[in-house]
């Protein structure tokens, strides 16, 4: 047993620095010797459980990779189809679900977003509610507020091709026009997990798409600690200039849930409506020459040009085979 066995991640807010550092140190040599025997046999016998709530291509093929290449297995599960307690029908609650899990599996890896929640928080608020019940460990596949297996996959890219000293490098987060209404999780774990690495923050978007006040008090505080500075800007040719890391992505109002359900159509208007908010090559040229960086789908055309999203500074294919490294060591460390 390591002194990570059992221990969720449900956040990297969670997570010791050194603890997040030595999962990436484990990711890089995971992927430089992926089908060696030192790693091939870690989750023997071992089957790690899926409840999706939403859709996804990268987290459940990188989540079956990363199980089968450890030499177990990862179940897919929807919840729709389990009779599960929602607020709207009856059937088996959390507590019963966790706990049987726990008898079967070694891990539990859920996602929750977008149309499977009535308010910001609830995704949270569940996945904290199966930590609670279950005995094996809980991580988020991304939920409203945080996905950190995205977090740690964008900072294996970027200690790749910026070095492994990220400290003063300068991440700016920008808001893209889209088509497709996106959660908060992604680029919420990017503002805490890079300022944890000593990063500059900014953040740009037009006004109205504040994001959640806790999430940028702790970041805030974070480039504080490290003597960094924090910035939020509606002014894009002000946060473009001489930064180092773009990573342009739609995200929804904080007034999305105001209904009670989401309004994912208002939100596309809306966020159609500001046609100069695409990352671009012309504002890539105010950068330090910086990386462009994107958890996936893209949605081109959109949040960013097909000239950066396949240019030669776009670092995403890169980031998204990163989930597959990253979720092998968080497997390792937490489910052995
Ligand atoms: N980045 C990410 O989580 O992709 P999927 O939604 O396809 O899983």
Redesign the pocket.
Known sequence: MGKLTGKDLITTIDWEKDDLIKLLELAEDMQKNRYHKKYTEVLKYKTFMMFFYN??????QSFETAATELGGHAQFLEPKSMRLKTAKTAGETVEDAANVMSRYGAGLGI?ILEDQISAYGEGEKLLREYAHYSSIPVMS??HDKF?PM?GLADIMGLRKHLGKKLEGKTFTLVWGKGALARSWS?IQEALVLYSRFGMNVRIASPEGYDLDPEVIDYTKSQCEKNGKKFLITHDQKEAYEGSNIIYSRNWMTPNAYANGSLDKQGEIEKSLKYNDWICDMEKMKLTDDAVFVH???VDRGNEVTDEVASGKRSIIYDI?EN?LHVQKAAMMMTMV
């Not at 859709?55 to 459940?60: L, Q, W, Y």
Request: charged share 25%.
């Open positions: 859709p996804s291509v990268r987290t459940r996602r596949m991304a996905h995205q992604s958890p996936m789908p998204a989930r």
